[in-house]
């Protein structure tokens, strides 16, 4: 079940969200009212991290965490900005027309006891710990100075697998919709050899592939469907659109390969330029184009040597927009998204307090809007959405992995700004 929360807003009209965390489903009402921002002295400029375009979009990227690059992962760890109070958390993407915030809560942690562990004892195990003997022997050996032996020691203090010791779970993903700048296209294009998911809305007509090219289809890992070629005189060309007032990116990926395309638009609108460039098939992104303007484009990818292969496309096109700021103050731990689009000024703060123990999202347009909020992704969890009335939504469910019960509540605060 998905639920919502919807608000159309008027002029000048600020909608507040507060969210709130609750563990073990213990009733409670979440109230967050604006409170007094911590302004910097006298003479001193604002301490900001800022940036001029989301972060689906900065070109940010690199091997982290488990290594692979341009993966969610990727843009999350390395572009989102993080905001929290100790106990409550959010990383916010400041994206235009669908707004990202994952969550995550500290208690929210698998590991202990479980049903599957009947016999847990904390991680501790007799055979590593020596019920204490170990550990002072550890401490001893850094009081005589012998850094290099204690270090050796202590290494045996971690149980060798099985201690169950567990890791923090995420929560969920909050979205917030702009009604009228919602995504035009967002799309996984399915190439030849591959089922219709439920996700394909590109026509494979507008794909054409010559010469040699194999095709198979996984559905595992790499979207819908692949091709691969080693074969000279082999190429495929993609024709799409970007609508009228509106901007595109596209994104090529691909699979380990090594082998090398050259990528070039053999058909463009005359607002944008870009040279043919070649593109290493390394597994991940191939290539992203942004700024695409409103237009019919044609790109050709020729076979320049090796294994090359393709394994979907993605366009997304949005409102172009102008005057985009996302930041993070250091001084007050507000973060904010502002741009303009189509006319109309948007802003929205978020903020996580820790006396109320909320989550605060504020959205300001400069005219009418609707907003449109959703908590789509349980990550890791058993769990249901639930809206109750029209300003509230309950997500409450329980970890698979320890049964560990819990329940969040979103709120709808409506607040009048004096025009």
């Not at 689906?56 to 999350?76: C, H």
């Not at 203090?157 to 779970?169: K, Q, S």
């Not at 989550?359 to 969890?381: D, E, I, N, R």
Request: include cysteine.
């Amino acid at each position: 079940m998905k639920a919502v929360l919807k608000r159309n807003a008027r002029k000048a009209l600020a909608l507040l969200l507060a969210l709130t965390m609750l563990v073990s489903c213990m009733g409670l009402t979440a109230l967050a009212a604006p409170g007094d921002e911590s302004q910097p002295t006298t003479g001193q400029s604002e301490l900001k991290l800022w940036y001029n375009q989301p972060a689906s979009q900065s070109s940010l990227r690199g091997a982290v965490g488990n290594g692979v690059p341009t993966t969610e992962d990727d843009i999350w760890q390395k572009n989102t900005l993080p905001i929290g109070n100790g106990d409550l958390g959010a990383n916010i993407y400041g994206e235009i027309g669908i707004e990202r915030l994952t969550l995550n809560e500290k208690t929210l942690w698998t590991g202990g006891p479980s049903e599957s562990r009947p016999n847990y004892i904390g991680g501790n195990r007799e055979e590593q710990g020596e019920n204490g003997a170990r550990l002072k022997r550890v401490q001893q050996m850094f009081l005589d100075g012998d850094t290099d032996g204690a270090v050796r020691e202590a290494g045996g203090l971690i149980g060798a697998g099985g201690g169950n010791y567990g890791y923090y779970a995420p929560w969920s993903e909050l979205n917030i919709a702009c009604d009228s700048l919602a995504q035009v296209t967002e799309a996984l294009a399915a190439l030849p050899g591959c089922t219709n998911n439920g996700t394909d809305k590109i026509n494979q007509a507008d794909f054409t592939f010559s010469g040699s090219w194999y095709t198979w289809n996984d559905g595992v890992h790499h979207g819908p469907g692949k091709v691969e070629t080693s074969s000279d005189n082999t190429y495929f060309t993609y024709d799409f659109t970007v609508p009228a007032g509106k901007k595109g990116t596209l994104e090529l990926f691909s699979h380990t390969g090594g082998g090398v395309f050259t990528l070039e638009f053999t058909k463009r609108p005359a607002g944008f330029t870009q040279a043919a460039v070649d593109a290493t098939v390394s597994g991940g992104l191939l290539k992203s184009f942004s700024n695409l303007v409103p237009g019919d484009y044609t790109l050709k990818g020729t076979r320049k040597s090796g294994k090359v292969n393709l394994d979907y496309v993605k366009l997304t096109s949005t409102f172009d927009t102008s005057n985009y700021k996302r930041w993070l103050s250091l001084d007050n731990a507000v973060s904010g998204v502002e741009f303009t689009a189509n006319g109309v000024d948007y802003t929205r703060e978020y903020f996580v307090s820790n006396p109320d123990h909320v989550l605060v999202a504020h959205l300001t347009a400069s005219q009418s809007a609707g907003f449109t909020v959703t908590l789509p992704k349980k990550m890791g969890t058993s769990a249901t959405t639930v809206a109750e009335g029209s300003d509230t939504l309950k997500l409450c469910g329980q970890l698979s992995d320890n049964q560990e019960k819990f329940a969040s509540i979103s709120k709808r605060c409506p607040v009048w700004t004096p025009l």
